[in-house]
C-alpha cells in the first residue's frame, strides 16, 4: 500500500508570509518615496540659491551703473530696457518669492566691519537675498540667505585724502598737488610732489579698485616723467625720452577696471613701425618703481603708424568684468592709429589693430593738434573713435567716426563715415560716455570758421549738431578749447 504525502503552508504561515511582504513593500516604498522627495527638495534649493544669487548680481549692476542706486531698503526687483531696476518690496518666479535688504554698515576704529558700534562707512553697503517658498502643503517655510558686500571701489581717490584731487605744474622742478575735502568745501594748501623738473601737458588717473592716483607729464625737453601717489606720498616711478618740446602730449595713462593694474603709453620718438611702448603695473603692486614692467614695444605688423607719434589716447573698458582698454594715437604723417588691450596682450589682427585715418586735421603741420578722441559704450563696451580729416572746412563736413563692436578686444573696427550734419572742420575735440546707457556725446571746433559743432550718440547712430556757436575761440596748435562733462568715473 502506498502512502503519499501532501505539503503546504498552514494559515498561519501565509499570515505571516503575507505580512513579512507588506512591511518590506512598505518600507521599499517609503524609502523610494523619501529619495524623490530629497531629490526634489535639492533641487528646488539649487534654484532658490540661484535666484539669490541673482539678486545679489542685479544689485552690483545697479552699484556699477551708479553707487547712488544703492540706498537701504527692502526692494524686488525687475527689468527694464535691458537693465535691472528697483521695484516694490519682494518679487516672484514660480514658487518662489525674493527680498532684497540693503543696509548700512559700520567699522571700528580699524577698519573691521562690526555688528554694533563703530562709525557709518558711507561706501560700504550690506546686501541680503532672502528667498522664501512652500516645498508642499504639509512642509512650508523653506527659505535661503545670502550676504554680500558692496563697496564704492570707483570713487575718486578716496576718502583718506578728501573727495579730489589736483596736481599742477608752477614754474618750479617740483610739481603741486591739492586735495579737495567735499565735507568742508575746501581744498588743502598747496604741498609738493617729488621733485623732477618743470613739467607741461599733465594727464592723471585714478585706481578703480584701491587709493592711488598715476600721473605724468612731459617736459620742455621731451622727458615723460611718471608719478605715483598711495594717498598719503608721492614718488617718482621712472622716465622716458618721448621727444618733442612738451607742446605735444605723447603719452597717456589707463588702469584696467576689474583687475587695477594701469598701463603708460608712449611714443619712442622714431618714425617706425615700433615707434610706440608701453610699461604697466599690477594692481596688487604698491607704488615704487621696482613693481613696473620693463618697456616693451608695440607689434610692428601689420603697421598702423608711418611718422613719430605726437599724440596718444587711452580709454578703458567700464564694465567691472572688463580689463579691456583701446589706445589710439597720431603721427607726424596724420596717420591715426588705433588697437585694442585684452589685459593680457595687445590685438594683432589686421581689422583691429590699424590705421583709422591717414589724413588727420591739423593746424599748420602734422600732428600739431590732437583731433580725435576715443570712448567706451559703458554698457556693451563697444569702442568709438572720432576724428576730424584735413579736407574739412568751413561748411565741409570734416567729422568722421569708426566703432569696434562686439565688446571683446579682438572686434573689427567698421568702415569710415561721416557724423550727420555737422558742416565744419574738426580741429579740438573731446567725448564722454554716459555711465548708465550707451549714449555718447561730443563737441568741436574748428579754424576755418571759428565754429562750435556737437554730436549725439544715441546707441546706434549720431545726430549732429552745426553752428551751436559761431564765434568760438580759433584752435592754435596745442590747444584743448573745448570739453565735454565727465561722469565721476569718465577718464
Partial sequence: MLIKSQMGFSLVELILAIAIFTIMA?????????????????????????????????????????????????????????????LGTSDTKSKYTRQLVISSVNRD???NIVESGGTTDPDTMKVTTNVN???????????ISLVSYLTNFRKAIGPDVGSGLIVYGDGTTTPKFRTYDSTANSFSLASNTTAGA????????TSPTKLEAVTGYITSTGTLQIMCFD???????????????????RFDIGYETNSGDVMVVYSRNLASANALSYRAKPGSTACGSANWTGETNFSSTPSAT?????????????????NNITAIWADSNADLGVNNWSGGGWATGSATYKALETNLE????????????????????????????????????????????????????????SVPTVSDDIHNIDMTANPISNQIVYAAIGDAGDDLT???????????????????????????????YKYPDGG
Fill in 26 to 86: 512598505v518600507t521599499g516604498v517609503t524609502t523610494i518615496l523619501h529619495s524623490f522627495s530629497v531629490n526634489k527638495l535639492g533641487e528646488e534649493e539649487s534654484n532658490a540659491h540661484l535666484y539669490a544669487q541673482e539678486g545679489i548680481e542685479a544689485v552690483r549692476s545697479l552699484k556699477n551703473r551708479a553707487w547712488g542706486n544703492i540706498t537701504a531698503g527692502t526692494y524686488g526687483l525687475a527689468t527694464t530696457g535691458n537693465q535691472w531696476n528697483f
Fill in 133 to 143: 517658498w512652500d516645498f508642499s502643503e504639509a512642509r512650508t517655510g523653506n527659505s
Fill in 109 to 111: 576704529g580699524t577698519g
Fill in 362 to 417: 591739423r593746424k599748420a603741420t602734422a600732428q600739431d593738434v590732437d583731433s580725435f578722441e576715443v570712448v567706451y559704450e559703458s554698457l556693451s563696451g563697444n569702442m568709438m573713435v572720432v576724428w576730424g580729416i584735413a579736407t574739412g572746412a568751413n561748411g565741409t563736413n570734416g567729422a568722421r567716426y569708426s566703432r569696434c563692436t562686439g565688446g571683446i578686444y579682438t572686434c573689427s573696427w567698421t568702415a569710415t563715415a
Fill in 198 to 205: 618743470s613739467g607741461q601737458f599733465f594727464a592723471m588717473r
Fill in 306 to 322: 608711418t611718422g613719430t607719434v605726437h599724440w596718444v589716447r587711452l580709454a578703458r573698458d567700464p564694465r567691472s568684468s572688463s
Fill in 454 to 484: 556737437a554730436a549725439y550718440w544715441s546707441g546706434s547712430a549720431w545726430t549732429g549738431y552745426a553752428n551751436l556757436d559761431i564765434s568760438s575761440e580759433s584752435p592754435f596748435a596745442g590747444s584743448k578749447l573745448v570739453q565735454t
Fill in 231 to 249: 594717498g598719503s606720498t608721492w614718488t617718482n616711478e621712472w622716465s622716458v625720452s618721448v621727444g618733442g618740446t612738451g607742446t605735444t602730449r
